[in-house]
């Protein structure tokens, strides 16, 4: 309280020193009007009269050197609002806030200074958010070009393929039947190449239209992953593998069925095409924050450490060749990553000390 008596009086000085100097310039006046109108004419002696006279000359002179620092001090302050002022309107950054005296004036600009930086950083504020949603847009369009120019150049492989095959059947109306055979056999593997990329576009296209239209319920995960051992155990012998599971009982999730099959789908093939490895492991233990912390390995070769960082990309290849060759679109990895990050989740992957490739992610888990 006592604090608050002292800013409001220290506050007002400026008003009341000035208030006093219109009173004395007033007394002045009159003194002076008196002086030579009344005490001219009057009996009184000329002592008299000319010590008056100089004590009114020395009340005016000291009048006038106190009207002289207000009104220094009031220029100064006007001064320093005036630059504030243009400043404010270039709208440039006040950094140093000039020194106002402690004055009615004074608290004037100093609110007017605070308010004009609460402004500015509210619209900085608004301005950032702005630049950051029009970089986001900028680079959603982005990917989608890159997308469609992609798609456009995946296309064209088996479309051709196929086309070529059919040319070659209707141009040969003597071809034998194994070689017919053998020609109507590769446009359906790769007609099944175009169905997976076909497919994998529109998972991807699903993950980015955004989270609201793709419905999410409890999910057994454990009955997935086997579900995708038991389809692993009945292909060819020089494709299968055998996979190793140690998961908590139960595992349930809360996600989206089609994309939590898409992850350990895509890591199970991506393990099978390219490994060169026996063994899968399937690992799920209790992450921190309600998450399970599952990981995807196998004691294949792994991959050259150049590659780790560019393995989520959207047709990212090691051996562009060789994964066509045995089907993939390119697209796997990077459905992997986005279907992960839909979940709430994080992923890493590196080369195990032992050998073959390891996949690190995070899920969110429904206490039972």
Known sequence: MATDSKRKLSSYRGGTFLLLALLIIALIFGFIVHHFVVVKHNSLSTHT???????????????????????????????????????????????????????ELGDISRKI????????????????????????????????????????????????????????????????????????????????????????????????????????????????????????????????????????????VKGNTSLLMSIFKNLTDNAIAYSGGRDIYIKATDGPEGMYTITVSDNGIGIDDEHICHIFERFYRIDAGRSRKLGGTGLGLSIVKNAVLFHGGTIEVYNRKVGGLEFKFTLPKVNA
């Open 49 to 103: 009269d000319e010590g008056t006279f100089i004590i009114i000359i020395c009340v005016a002179l000291l009048a006038t050197i106190i009207s002289l620092v207000l009104s220094v001090r009031l220029n100064r302050n006007i001064r320093n609002l005036t630059q504030i002022a243009e400043a404010m309107e270039n709208g440039a950054d006040i950094e140093s806030m000039p020194e106002f005296a402690r004055d």
């Open 113 to 252: 200074i605070d308010l004009y930086r609460r402004l500015r950083q509210a619209s900085s504020e608004v301005e950032r958010e702005h630049d950051n949603a029009m970089h986001e847009q900028q680079e959603k369009l982005r990917i989608k070009r890159q997308l469609t120019n992609n798609i456009n150049h995946e296309l064209k492989t088996p479309v051709a393929a196929i086309q070529g095959y059919l040319e070659t059947i209707i141009t040969n109306p003597d071809m034998s039947e194994q070689e017919r055979s053998s020609f109507i056999s590769k446009c359906y593997t790769h007609s099944q190449r175009l169905t997976q990329l076909l497919t994998d576009v529109s998972t991807i296209t699903r993950m980015e239209d955004g989270s609201n239209r793709i419905e999410c319920q409890n999910v057994d995960l454990r009955a997935i992953i086997e579900e995708i051992r038991d389809d692993i155990a009945l292909l060819p012998d020089e494709r299968r593998m055998r996979v190793n599971l140690t998961l908590p009982e139960p595992m349930i």
